[in-house]
Every structure is written in C-alpha cells, then in structure tokens.
C-alpha cells in the first residue's frame, strides 16, 4: 500500500435542527463554533475540537430523510485525512477491493475527497488538504 499517514477530520451530522444540535456540542463538550454557512440549500455549522470537527447540517432540499434506511438523521459520514499522495492511497485501496461512492476529486482548490463504503452501510470520506 502506498505510503500514508491517516488522520481524523470529522464527523458530519445531518440535524432536525442544525444550530441547536451545533449549540448543544459547544454547551455540552467544549467545543468553538468555527463556521456556520449554508450549503446546497441547507445551513452547516462547523464545531471545532481542536484540528477535528463535528459537522452539522439540516435537510437540504427536496432531500427525504427518514428514520430507517436512506438517508437518516444522525451521523451522515465521517472524514478522514490522508496526508501524502492521495491518488495513490485511493488507487492502492481499489486494489484491495474497496468500493469508491464518490472516486477522487477536487471539491475546491484546496482540498481533494472521495467516499468510501464501509462495512453496515457507513459512508467514510477520505480528504487530503493541501
């Protein structure tokens, strides 16, 4: 496997109520409300915990959310980061039979993803920032 050092970076929440959810990590944990925007249609507060973030976003859209299966509330994905040669990591991880959601790609001009299926239907994505 190519040469790589994986860090944690988030966890993305998708809430009933986004703000109180980001509130209730702050009054609750400790955690420094570090952004809050909208995206796609939806607010995102960022929590940060030190270099980690606790991601929390609201319905976006015509999006359905459901209690069981689909896209439900609670825990969307959470973000790992590969420091070192992403595309690399990402292609040695095909190798292996890892099965991409979204393969690699530029989500803005610093950052590359891409999301990765683990076991029981959790949703991993892999981020290398530069």
């Known amino acids: ?10 966890v ?9 959810t980001a509130q209730w990590y702050v009054d609750t944990l400790g955690g420094q409300i570090w952004k809050s925007v909208e995206v796609r249609g939806a607010p995102q507060v960022y929590v940060a915990f030190g270099d980690a973030l606790v991601i929390v976003r609201g319905q976006r859209g015509a999006e359905v959310v459901q209690d069981k299966g ?31 959601s979204m393969e690699p790609t530029d989500f803005n001009p610093t950052t590359r993803i891409a999301f990765i299926d683990a076991p029981d239907g959790v949703s991993i994505e892999l981020l290398n920032r530069k």
């Not at 190519?2 to 860090?7: L, T, Y």
């Not at 609670?74 to 099965?99: M, P, Q, S, Y």
Request: charged share 30%; aromatic share 12%.
């Open 12 to 20: 993305h929440l998708v809430a009933r109520d986004p703000v109180k």
């Open 70 to 100: 689909g896209l439900e509330w609670g825990i969307d994905h959470f973000g790992v980061r590969v420091n070192g040669d992403f595309d690399a990591f990402c292609e040695a991880l095909k190798r292996r039979g890892v099965t991409f």
């Open 1 to 10: 496997m190519a040469s790589a050092e994986i860090r944690f970076d988030h």
